[in-house]
């Protein structure tokens, strides 16, 4: 699979009016069921507009979700290293 096919997979969640949290869990769910990998890690880092422009209008704020499954999600020092890896 290649990476525009991820970002269209993102497109397709994101594009929905939901929460960040269940957007991260669709997309490592749909990642897990057609590509059947071991694992999947997900990390989602997003600005919302409802804190930088209304409400608390904190300019820089984001957000970061993740969602992990397979080997990710059984073993915590995997996960630990992948995140390591991606600077998180």
Not at 15 to 26: I, K, S
Not at 42 to 69: D, F, P, Q, W, Y
Request: proline content about 2%.
């Amino acid at each position: 699979m290649g990476l525009s096919k991820i970002a269209r997979t993102v497109d397709v969640f994101a594009r929905r009016p939901q929460l960040q949290e269940r957007m991260t869990a669709q997309i490592v769910d749909s990642i897990m069921t057609y590509l059947k990998p071991r694992g999947a890690l997900v990390l989602v880092e997003a600005r919302h507009l409802c804190m930088t422009i209304r409400g608390a209008e904190k300019r820089n704020s984001t957000m970061r979700t993740s969602a992990s499954r397979g080997v990710f999600e059984q073993d915590r020092a995997f996960r630990d290293e992948a995140l390591r890896l991606l600077g998180r």
